[in-house]
């Protein structure tokens, strides 16, 4: 790292494929700064030498070539644990496993291209350093509109750190969501190359972070009046057992007996809150809604408690697949609410028209129309859901039906025992901040957790662990600034920033 810093003046002056291997490089060393392993100290170093190389570039489509190889790196070492799904059903698909991360990086690049490419059109100084960190933030809000979406890892959840320190530095998502914390990344990461002023700002702006996070912590408290006493269920089932089929059976008694237990515990530690189970995404093996005989079942083994949501696959009204949660109700486990995933996976749930081969089973799925609030008998209004659409900043809950909290089921076993996992359930942590819920997690494989309105986390059954998690459910908080205003407030701060970019660099030319 002290290489490349001491040297970047020298790389970013490189032309051709060496310029091209440089930037690839930069960004793999970016990605490291993503949960698990938050080695943010990276962040100067790959960014400024970005900012650098876009100086030196001939002209904008220079640049934005940069910004593209850039971007490969960051997207081909970030998303690496991708192949762990190919590698499931290589027997189809081994020829996809190296060209997974890749893949995605290609169709992510040119909104970081277009980033650099832009950013190249403004004078150099100061001002051009603001206007890149603008456009990166823009153009990361922009990930949502690629095929179904795919804001993975956005750059402000790098401050994910566990425990305190991590709670600490989240804490202004309340306001100004996971995408403001992205444009601060950014801005800071490009500190070495202010004047001193500008540094000097950035440090204030640091200490005004890390104050304003610790404040709201601190000045926030959890009250346990209304939520329910909750009973994850993770089965640690083996993705291959589940796509064979071979021990459906088994499975779903493994379920049953886990249920028994966590409901059995629940019941005694409960205090009179009513207690609700869970179990992950697609865990019963089959089509729940069309079982008769498995519903009540279910009911049977949680028995006691005031309702049970499964995850499940349906074949709707409408004659196509959706991935769905369903509530059932005692006595009979009667299905009261049924939730279908809005937000689909792509390449795994739905396949784009371009690709010329098939890798989705069947035709896919179809997603539902949007996210919702259950209002269940005994319930807190609960918002379910399902796997990777808890990763939207800002479209997880219904604006004009807020629940009291969040259910999110989950199957993180197609992508091992990797980063994945680990970066999916920072995604759910950084949702109860900027919305001030409360979020239950039930995993398959794990990770399960429970975190409270600020973030906090509460309890975990950690990855490839069989058993259940009983926990009570804080109340929400007051709704936050970004619950109410959405990413119209990191776009706008965005905006802002840009704009005093251009004016920094036309009116204040070479104070940089």
């Excluded at 938050?38 to 940069?66: G, K, M, Q, T, Y």
């Excluded at 990930?143 to 402000?156: Q, T």
């Excluded at 610790?214 to 589940?242: C, F, I, M």
Aim: hydrophobic share 50%; net charge neutral; glycine share 10%.
């Amino acid at each position: 790292m002290m290489f490349l810093y001491e040297n970047y003046m020298k790389l970013s002056r490189l032309r051709g494929w060496r310029a091209d291997l440089v930037m690839a490089l930069a960004g793999g060393v970016y990605a490291l700064a993503f949960p698990p392993l938050h080695l943010v100290v990276v962040l100067p170093v790959a960014f400024c030498l970005l900012a650098r190389a876009i100086d030196s570039a001939a002209d904008w489509r220079e640049a934005a070539r940069r910004g593209f190889m850039f971007a490969m790196g960051l997207y081909t070492v970030g998303l690496y644990w991708l192949m762990y799904a190919i590698l499931i059903r290589a027997d189809d698909f081994w020829w996809l496993v190296p060209l997974a991360s890749p893949g995605c990086a290609v169709i992510l690049a040119p909104l970081s291209a277009l980033t650099a490419g832009l950013s190249r059109l403004v004078p150099r100084g100061t001002g051009r350093l603001l206007a890149l960190a603008a456009l990166w933030t823009i153009t990361d809000m922009a990930r949502v509109f690629v095929f179904s979406g795919f804001p993975w890892n956005p750059p402000g959840s790098v401050w994910e750190f566990p425990g305190l320190a991590g709670d600490v530095m989240i804490q202004p998502a309340a306001w100004i969501g996971v995408d403001g914390l992205t444009l601060l990344t950014c801005l800071l990461s490009l500190a070495p190359l202010y004047a001193r002023a500008g540094r000097l700002a950035c440090l204030a702006v640091m200490v005004a972070w890390v104050a304003s996070g610790a404040l709201r912590l601190t000045s926030t408290h959890d009250t346990y009046r209304h939520n329910p006493e909750v009973v994850l269920v993770q089965g640690n089932v083996p993705e291959t057992d589940k796509i064979t089929g071979s021990s459906d059976v088994a499975i779903f008694r493994r379920y049953l007996a886990l249920t028994r237990q966590g409901v059995t515990q629940a019941l005694r530690e409960s205090d009179g809150r009513p207690v609700v189970f869970a179990w992950p995404e697609s865990a019963f093996p089959g089509l729940l809604l069309e079982d008769d005989i498995a519903r009540p079942m279910i009911a049977q083994a949680g028995a006691g408690a005031a309702a049970g949501i499964i995850g499940t696959v349906r074949w709707a009204e409408d004659r196509h697949w959706r991935n769905s949660m369903a509530a059932l109700l005692p006595p009979d486990g009667h299905a009261a609410a049924i939730y279908d995933k809005a937000h689909l996976v792509p390449f795994g749930e739905y396949q784009p028209a371009f690709l010329p081969f098939h890798v989705v089973p069947g035709d896919g799925m179809t997603p539902g129309p949007n996210v919702s609030t259950w209002h269940l008998p005994g319930i807190p209004p609960v918002g379910p859901l399902i796997c990777y659409e808890v990763i939207f900043s800002g479209q997880v809950v219904d604006a004009h039906d807020r629940p009291d909290w969040l259910m999110n089921s989950t199957n993180d076993a197609w992508y091992g025992n990797s980063a994945g996992p680990r970066q999916h359930l920072a995604a759910v942590r950084l949702r109860a901040v900027e919305e001030g819920i409360p979020v239950a997690r039930a995993a398959n494989t794990g990770i399960s957790a429970v975190f409270d309105g600020r973030g906090h986390e509460l309890a975990r059954l950690g990855w490839n662990r069989q058993g259940v998690l009983v926990h009570t459910l804080p109340d929400a908080l007051p709704c936050t600034l970004f619950g109410r205003y959405g990413r119209l407030i990191p776009l706008l701060l965005a905006l802002l920033t840009g704009l005093a970019g251009l004016w920094y660099g036309r009116v204040l030319r070479g104070t940089a």
